[in-house]
């Protein structure tokens, strides 16, 4: 992902909590990349930060077993 794109991603009104559940896993990984890299930056994109600590609790919560087997 350029710079570009993860710019119109952050800057999108909607926010994290609205646009995050809609991507594929493939553009949520692909998102989770740009924002680490953007991160490891000396001037980080103002709200990357934000919008990678939803990232990560989005996948998390799509990789987590379902509840029942969590309480197996």
Request: hydrophobic share 35%; no cysteine; charged share 25%.
């Given at each position: 992902?350029?710079?570009?794109?993860?710019?119109?991603?952050?800057?999108?009104?909607?926010?994290?909590?609205?646009?995050l559940p809609?991507?594929?896993?493939?553009?949520?990984a692909?998102?989770?990349?740009?924002?680490?890299?953007?991160?490891?930056?000396?001037?980080?994109?103002?709200?990357?930060?934000?919008?990678?600590?939803?990232?990560?609790?989005?996948?998390?919560r799509?990789?987590?077993?379902?509840?029942?087997?969590?309480?197996?």
């Open positions: 992902m350029n710079h570009s794109k993860l710019s119109q991603v952050i800057s999108d009104p909607r926010g994290p909590e609205e646009v809609t991507l594929a896993a493939e553009e949520l692909d998102l989770l990349d740009a924002l680490y890299q953007n991160l490891d930056t000396p001037a980080p994109d103002l709200g990357a930060q934000v919008w990678y600590e939803f990232a990560v609790e989005e996948s998390a799509r990789t987590a077993p379902p509840e029942d087997e969590q309480t197996a």
